[in-house]
């Protein structure tokens, strides 16, 4: 069964970083694709960035551009999204989303992934 488990989150000061992860079980090949996505109080969800397991190739929102690295670590199963620079307009539930179609073509939209995480909340406040 696929799993997507997201750890990491919780309170950062404006300016400061967090590492999100998203620890990934069942999918039976590196055919896949990983994304982020954000999702602010009362806002739909956006995609931050996703990165294609086969090849490690990434891709960024507009708005992720410069401060997000999306990351992976085959061997623990793992993607990471670094997070730098926070401001207060990051603040949301983060996702973990999960599909077998690895090109990330639409990863800004949530219909393109079949998987979901749970959500982890990050807060961005002094």
């Known amino acids: 069964q696929l799993r997507l488990v997201e750890s990491g989150g919780g309170l950062v000061q404006p300016g400061g970083s967090l590492r999100l992860s998203c620890a990934v079980s069942?999918?039976?090949?590196?055919?896949?694709?990983i994304g982020w996505f954000h999702q602010a109080p009362g806002q739909d969800r956006e995609g931050i960035s996703c990165?294609?397991?086969?090849?490690?190739?990434?891709y960024y929102a507009h708005s992720a551009k410069g401060r997000f690295t999306i990351s992976r670590d085959n061997a623990k199963n793992t993607v990471y999204l670094q997070m730098n620079s926070l401001k207060p307009e990051n603040t949301g539930v983060y996702y973990c989303?999960?599909?077998?179609?690895?090109?990330?073509?639409?990863?800004?939209?949530?219909?393109?992934?079949?998987?979901w995480g749970q959500g982890i909340q990050v807060t961005v406040s002094s």
């Open positions: 990165i294609s397991i086969k090849d490690g190739k990434t």
């Open positions: 989303s999960g599909d077998t179609n690895y090109f990330c073509s639409d990863f800004e939209y949530p219909r393109f992934f079949e998987y």
């Open positions: 069942g999918f039976t090949s590196d055919y896949y694709a």
